[in-house]
């Protein structure tokens, strides 16, 4: 029943008086349910203070946040000054936070699809853990779910917030095994049977949880990261809401206690729930998806700060549900004991842990452009239709005077003219376009960033403007993600490490790249021992950050080869491992590894066993050092002896030889006559391959592709393009 009562254990019922002063020095459990300490009691109610204190002051930040939320979702709102017959809202910040979102998505997660990169002590590249890390990056669905949500919300609400937490699912699978028939409890030797079994799986990964900032409280608001917080004795707190169910699971799985769960349950009515006078953001994102959100939930805040527990500060986490209500509080769950809220503000304003929004500047450009399209089509309902005028004294029949489809009006044509209302809506459609350009330039977005982009003719940019036009919007979005990357997703990285060396206790199996330019495998990875110390760091964002040098490295490669060997001064020239990184940068690393063929794959196999192959149907490649004569005799017997399919299997190795051996005689014809040299070397170069230094380009007159950075235009990219 929903109204049931959680028995509550009888010692929680007993108050632990004094007891902070004899534990001094013994251990603390994480599991240990501190607040019916005493002492922990009345930092818990100073700390309930502070916070309900904290949550009303930034209530007027709260209550803006909606309003750009309004912007974003395009709904009207009181805000607007114009009110008149149409309702047309512009989606100008929508678009531009839309195409943020999107490059912003796609920088961080390259095509490559390697995002993390790690060192050790040891020196040596963990490409297990790198794959184990990759692979809970895509249980938690950063890339499609939670990435998108979390620009969108830096955008409008000016602060990034994650919560990540480990989560178990736990399901109930069946299989059909073979099990011996028995008979009087005897087993029937060579008879099975089939039969289901029926056994429990559970699953564990990473949860992240993309939190609104009207729901994060930081006490200090002055302090400039989460750790420092907790250090000068601040607190950082989240806003929940959680229903009948969700507070019995918690009471279940001993997060709260049960007498705190049974009085807040309680507690809970209809009137409570409409009388959250808190910022609801998620209220207004299922408002603005066209669903109604009912029934009754409890504010719950989730503290986390520094008690003071047996004579020694430690981090703890407590849940309270109101005024006196300590739903409980126990020390941090975490065996790294860091913070699981991993929050930065977009751009960082000195004094304050949290950032402006984006679309504040905008806000009134937005609803300037409202007006001005609401304006003007009231105006073209009027311009659309003519304005008749005539004399009622010369023109006696002015009631027959219809508009229709072949009218005859009776009346003379100098009695009666037509006039036209003033084109009002171009006006203010210059207006929209005005407003769209300062917000296109306020949020940083260009006409490379937006799908579909039209131009009117005397906008159209040459090549060399697209081509600047994509080198600032590459610059601007590389120097706006770099937040993401070192505030949030390079601390979240390790943290996924660490839960998992907490939690996992089974081996799992994982796609693992391994060295550039191996093939993709599944592989098994027991469970982390953290004897050596690993250092994570995303890395998504250096792969489209470096554009630039992918068309440098091209142009080295040439210099590279044009070395005399005897200047290398005893080194030998290796480059496998600038090729590879080169390839698999340019088509990832599901493609390259194919690019690539293993010496072990080009030693030869003898006739006999190629023989052997072909018996059985399987297509068998010819290799370039086979004695094509000596193979097609070879074959040529076996396919005597073969039949049917295998015998046209033969016919066709025997072709692929004769092929082969036609090649071979005529690069050997060439070799004797000559043939131009390499380039960088002695002879004239190979036609239409680059000289030592060049970039690989079409030949003249035809142009680069649209956008292409020319080579005299290189530099830093941290550096801004100088104005042309």
Known sequence: MADEKLEAPAEEMDELEGEDEADEGQSISRTEELSKRAGIKSQLNDLYRDVEQGFQDQYERSNEQMDYWDIYNCALNENQFYSGTSRIYVPIVHNAVDARKTR??????????????????????????????????????????????????????????????????????ARKVKKPVEVDGLQIPGEDMDDIEESTVTTGHPFVEVLADSDVLVLPQTCDDLDEVLEIGGSVSILRRWTKSKIKKMARIGEITKSGADSLVAAMTEAMANADSRTNK???????????????????????SKLTVKGEQVICRSYFGGEDQILGCKRNPYWCDRLPLFSVPVEKIQG?????????????????????????????AYALMPIVMTDPAKNPRVGSMILSMAAI???????????????????????????????????????????????????????????????????????????????????MINFFIELDHQYRDEAIMVKQYGDVGAKAAMHEIPPLQMDRRYAFRWSGVEAARNAQQIQQQIASINVIRGIPPDQYNGYKLNLVPVISQLVENSFGPRLAPLVWISPEEQLPVPAEQENMFLAEGFEVPTHDMDDDQQHIQAHMAGMQQAQGANAKKFQTHIFKHVQQAARKQQAAMAMQQGQPGVPGGAGPGVAGTPRPGAQPAAQRPAQGPPGMIHQDQMKDPSAMPRKM
């Open 104 to 173: 912003f998505t796609n920088q961080i997660f390259p095509v490559s699809g390697r995002y993390v990169e790690c060192t050790t002590e040891t020196g040596d590249i963990p490409h297990e853990e790198i794959a184990l890390a990759e692979y809970y990056i895509r249980k938690a669905k950063l890339r499609t779910k939670v990435m998108p949500a979390l620009v969108k919300n830096g955008d409008v609400e000016g602060q990034y917030n994650l919560y990540v937490s480990w989560r178990e699912v736990k399901r109930n699978v």
């Open 409 to 491: 009006w009776e009346t003379s044509p100098q009695d009666t003219q037509f006039a036209e209302f003033p084109p009002l809506w171009k006006d203010g459609m210059e207006i929209v376009a005005a407003a769209k350009a300062q917000i296109f330039e306020t949020l940083s977005v260009n006409s490379s960033m937006m799908p579909n982009m039209t131009r009117s003719l005397h906008t159209k940019l040459n090549q060399a403007e697209v081509a600047l036009e994509q080198q600032v919007e590459l610059v601007s979005t590389a120097d706006a993600v770099v937040t993401i990357e070192e505030g949030v997703l390079t601390p």
């Open 352 to 380: 304050s842990f949290k950032g402006i929004s984006k679309v504040e500047p905008c806000a009134t450009l937005q609803y300037q452009a409202n007006d001005a399209v609401n304006e003007a089509m009231d105006s073209a």
């Open 282 to 304: 998620s209220k207004e994102a299922t408002d603005a998806a066209g669903i109604r959100e009912r029934g009754k939930y409890a504010l719950v805040y989730e503290s986390w």
